[in-house]
């Protein structure tokens, strides 16, 4: 194995057109830092990428040095993964590129670029796909990890719209990857994560969409057992076009008021949406009822500011078998008590066209209809910590007799272990060990929710 010297170092600096941050340089404190302010990692190296030659010659440095590879698209991930200590990062961040092809509706997008950027331009040509609700998302991990949001029930995940992957592999090798020229590499990438290389660019394809009807529904907290309950009813029989959360937030701004509220999204065009959406506005006795027409991109914005970048995270989620009175009830008391107005408890619902996925078309094997339990703990003061960690664990354990055994891979926390990986990858964990030990037998990208090759959990 080759020594970490200077004369390396500059040797990898000069050969690439992007950067290389160390400790010490000016640029480096920053490029380490990503949306979860909990993370606070030291790469020996950052490597700025700023196309496919040096996202190659990055890994072939990292091998030849023995170095620990993180691989950095939009720098979401709570677990941290895409920051390593000691290794080398490979930073996607200044990787923007896209091109639209408005007349096969398709668009090509490089692994820097964030859910703001894409559907700015997607939307140019009125063209959508499903993607993070949070703007600021990254388009590569998101998608990789399966990819649910506002469009996934007249769309599916973002992994099921998923054409090609340009890809870097272990050996520094590029490939073009789709169901033709790789199939089994093609169905671990959709949903298999950060398992199988560098993902420099992806091509998904695009669905007419411009305009939505969406926001927010918001009752008083007090109210928050009949609210869950009609939610849970009026959910039963939805149509594809609309997705709807339900949860336990506080009022934007607030650290006082606590609301029950549902945030929706309805595809469809606006004399159906005002059919579909009626019950939900005419339930009880709102507080808020902001819905109306937007640009399909401003839905994914709605809610950027609960999410500021920096705010420390700890997440927890699972699926469960059904939204029980008794799950419901437990939500609620838990809502009482949560110590920062960041946080919240919200149920994402799963129904259409991800529904009608196979479990084992893709890598992403949840595919019933029912609803995501998520636990999305956000706080500012590095003080309080220890409180919300411990709230947000208490909370998770409390419900967890409700829990079905499936998981949501993008979610999971730096200590959700190999038990959390099984069940987000359920009957498909076998093959994806298989793909893992034919394209990556000696683990090279393991910093990430990681299947290993030789198959110990
Ligand atoms: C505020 C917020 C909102 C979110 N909303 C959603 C949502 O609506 N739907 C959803 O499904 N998830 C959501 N997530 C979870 C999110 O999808 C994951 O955290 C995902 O990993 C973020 O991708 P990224 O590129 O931003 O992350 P990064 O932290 O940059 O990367 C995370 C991991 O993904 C892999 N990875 C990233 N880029 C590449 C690449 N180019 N090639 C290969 N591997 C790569 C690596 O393993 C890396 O460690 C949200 C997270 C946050 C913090």
Same mark, same amino acid.
């Given at each position: 194995m080759a020594a970490l010297d200077a004369a390396r170092i500059d040797a990898l600096s000069g050969s690439l057109s992007g950067t290389v941050f160390q400790? %010490?340089?000016?640029?480096y404190e920053a490029a380490r830092l990503v949306h979860n302010g909990l993370i606070d990692k030291r790469p020996a190296l950052i490597a700025r990428c700023r196309g496919v030659a040096d996202v190659s010659t990055a890994v072939g440095f990292a091998r030849e040095t023995g170095l620990e590879i993180s691989i950095r698209g939009g720098g979401h991930n709570i677990a941290g993964l895409s920051v390593t200590n000691g290794g080398l990062m490979i930073d996607?961040?200044?990787?923007?590129g896209m091109y639209v092809d408005p007349q096969a509706r398709t668009i090509r997008a490089q692994g820097g670029v964030t859910w703001s950027e894409f559907n700015r331009e997607t939307a140019v040509y009125g063209l959508a796909v499903t993607g993070g609700v949070i703007s600021t998302t990254g388009v590569a991990g998101l998608t990789l990890g399966g990819g649910l949001g506002w469009l996934m029930g007249i769309h599916g995940l973002a992994a099921d719209n998923l054409l090609s992957v340009e890809l870097v592999n272990a050996d520094g090798a590029v490939l073009n990857v789709t169901a033709e020229s790789d199939p089994d590499l093609f169905w671990a990438l959709r949903g298999g994560g950060g398992n199988f290389g560098v993902a420099t660019s992806l091509e998904y394809r695009l669905h007419p969409l411009r305009e939505v009807v969406g926001g927010l529904i918001a009752h008083p907290f007090e109210a928050a057992r009949d609210v869950l309950r009609f939610y849970r009813e009026f959910t039963?029989?939805?149509?594809?076009e609309l997705t709807v959360f339900g949860g336990l937030v506080y009022a934007p701004g607030s650290s006082e008021l606590r609301l029950a509220a549902f945030v929706v999204c309805h595809a469809g065009p606006a004399e159906q949406a005002q059919r579909d959406l009626a019950p939900l506005r005419e339930f009880g006795e709102p507080l808020l009822v902001e819905v109306g027409p937007m640009p399909y991109p401003v839905i994914n914005t709605?809610?950027?500011? %609960?999410f500021p970048r920096g705010a420390l995270n700890y997440w927890k989620s699972s699926f469960v078998e059904r939204l029980d009175d008794v799950l419901i009830d437990l939500a609620i008391e838990r809502f009482e008590t949560t110590p920062s107005p960041l946080n919240a408890i919200l149920f994402e619902h799963f129904h259409g066209a991800v529904t009608r996925?196979?479990?084992?078309?893709?890598?992403?094997?949840?595919?019933?209809v029912g609803y995501n339990l998520l636990l999305p703990s956000v706080w500012l003061d590095p003080a309080d910590t220890e409180a919300n960690i411990a709230w947000t664990r208490a909370t998770f354990d409390l419900v967890s007799?409700?829990?079905?055994?499936r998981r949501w891979l993008n979610y999971f926390s730096d200590d959700d272990g190999a038990d959390a990986v099984r069940a987000a990858y359920g009957p498909n964990y076998d093959r994806l060990v298989e793909v893992k030990r034919r394209y990556d037998p000696e683990n090279v990208f393991r910093l990430n929710h990681n299947i290993d090759p030789i198959g110990r959990e």
């Open positions: 400790p %010490g340089d000016d640029r996607l961040a200044e990787m923007k039963e029989s939805v149509p594809d709605l809610l950027d500011d %609960g996925v196979g479990v084992s078309d893709t890598a992403v094997p949840h595919r019933e007799p409700y829990f079905a055994d």
